[in-house]
């Protein structure tokens, strides 16, 4: 088995419901056990922000989400479950203790992973009865949007284990990465803590105020290792020589007296304190679920930036997301003929999204085009110029535009649109869409394209295939019994 069919949380609280998110969106359905009396509400808010940033993150076709089930025991969340996900917090004998709950409870075949992050597997798996299917699975927070798992196995994890929580992690967009070697806090964390205790003695000692120390982060080095982490980051500083020019230039300077990081900085009250009212001053009086949101957005454009790295090709986390789309297009396609072509195909149904929005809340320009663009790339795939169909090396390329703007679509506005197709012969197919706001049905926008069937190893149009004509010209057929729609034909300046 290569994908989850269903999944367990064992805890709900800032991480646990990012797994639950992360796998609802993904289409598994989740059981959930958490004590917490308030366990639904704040994983119904995890929830709600991990959908607001999918919105923004992705165009391809998600799965039907998942079906939420909040169970009375952990038995109950666990008896069905593939992949468990433990989540509480992190003390060795509570752990334990539910780690040996959940092992005699699961299926055989299912991986039990724990989100602790720095407890070693070995100490964790002690008391199970099949530890050999027990892992480390470290994520970062937002566990929806950050795709990578540190995967760490104990002294009785197999080796197959681990292979397949890799396997199982690929379909929702997750990277697992093996640590080969069990350590306490394993790398990530290792190295935060490195940064962290810097960053404490920095603050203790008033060299600087926790906002500016952010600043230094952001604004610096933090945007190189968004995109190229820190050894490929120092080959680079190296010049034309490389990593063994950085080596030879900068090894000299770990003997001089910088660091503090064989000391422990006293996180006594006075410090807490300095540190808690800066970081107040900080936020300015955003609260906790604002900062989250605004850390999505951003989080988003980066990913989204690093999507179009290498030349279209994708770069890292950017090029992961390019995978993960090319899957959920792959997977949502298939449809050969819509049920009611008698009518307008209503093809994109979405919302503005705050990345959507100018300075007034209003959606901007491109965005038009994107939702325009959009319904003509689902009109394509359901004609059956899928994926496979343009990696084959044929596709229609839109060689004409015209969008008339005759509304305003809002910060979260639900919209749709519609396509009606005007014309199509071998070649050429000339299509007519229009946005809709979904509450009153108002038309906010429409736009008119030509698109060429082209192939595009050879650069040229050429005739569409028969079953992809066919598929057009059944749709076309139905649309020519159709008033043309107002605006067919108009060009720019045109008065009404």
């Known amino acids: 088995m290569t994908k989850i069919s269903k999944a367990a949380c064992i805890g709900g609280g800032v991480i646990g419901g990012g797994w639950i998110a992360r796998f609802l969106l993904a289409g598994i359905n989740v059981d959930v056990f958490d004590p917490h009396p308030e366990a639904s509400r704040i994983v119904g808010e995890v929830i709600a922000n991990a959908e607001k940033a999918y919105a923004m993150l992705t165009g391809a076709p998600l799965p039907p989400r998942g079906r939420l089930t909040f169970c009375e025991t952990l038995v109950e969340a666990v008896a069905d479950a593939d992949w468990i996900q433990e989540s509480v917090p992190e003390r060795l004998g509570l752990k334990r203790g539910v780690l040996a709950e959940i092992d005699a409870a699961a299926r055989p075949d299912a991986l039990i992973g724990s989100s602790t992050s720095g407890l070693l597997p070995t100490d964790l798996q002690r008391d199970m009865r099949h530890p050999e ?32 929580a890799i396997a199982r992690l690929a379909p929702i967009g997750m990277k697992g ?46 945007l190189r ?3 190229m982490g820190l050894f490929q980051t120092y080959r680079i500083a190296g010049g034309e020589s490389g990593m063994r020019h950085f080596l030879a230039q900068f090894g000299p300077c770990l003997a001089w007296p910088w660091t503090k990081l064989t000391d422990v900085v006293d996180l006594d009250d006075a410090l807490i304190e300095k540190i808690g009212g800066q970081s107040d001053e900080q936020a300015g009086g955003l609260s906790i679920r604002e900062l989250e949101r605004i850390r999505d957005e951003n989080l988003v454009g980066i990913l989204q930036a690093l999507k ?15 995978e993960f789309e090319q899957s959920l297009w792959a997977n949502g396609g298939g449809e050969t003929m819509p049920a009611d072509p008698s009518k307008p195909l209503r093809l994109v149904e979405t919302k503005v999204s705050p990345a959507w929005v100018d300075y007034n809340g209003h959606m901007t320009e491109h965005r038009y085009l994107q939702v ?13 110029v899928d994926l496979a169909y343009v990696e084959a090396g044929h596709s229609y390329y839109t060689v004409e535009s015209h969008i008339r703007h005759l509304g ?32 009153t049905a108002e038309v906010i926008a429409t736009a008119e394209h030509m698109l060429l069937h082209v192939d595009s190893k050879a650069g040229k149009a050429v005739p569409a295939p028969a079953a992809v004509l066919g ?17 067919a034909g108009r060009h720019v300046g045109q008065r009404r």
């Open 225 to 227: 290792w968004a995109q």
């Open 133 to 164: 299917r027990f892992f480390v699975s470290h994520p970062y927070n937002p566990v929806y949007l950050l795709p990578l798992v540190e995967l760490v196995g104990g002294e009785k994890t197999s080796a197959a284990t681990i292979q397949a």
């Open 372 to 384: 325009f663009g959009d319904t003509s790339d689902a009109l394509l795939r359901l004609v059956g």
């Open 177 to 222: 990465v093996h640590i080969a070697k069990e350590i306490e806090a394993f790398v990530g964390d290792r190295l935060l803590e490195a940064l962290w205790r810097e960053a404490l003695w920095l603050i203790h000692d008033d060299i600087c105020t926790v906002e500016t120390l952010d600043d230094v982060i952001r604004y610096s080095f933090g």
């Open 408 to 439: 305003e679509a809002k910060l979260g506005q639900a919209i749709h649109s519609a396509c009606q197709i005007l014309s199509a012969d071998e070649k050429r197919l000339h299509v007519f869409h229009t946005l809709h706001d979904t509450a």
């Open 471 to 487: 598929r057009v010209k059944a749709i076309a057929a139905a649309h020519a019994e159709l008033v043309l729609p107002e605006g």
């Open 308 to 322: 179009g790295g290498d030349g279209g090709k994708g770069w890292g986390a950017g090029k992961l997301l390019k």
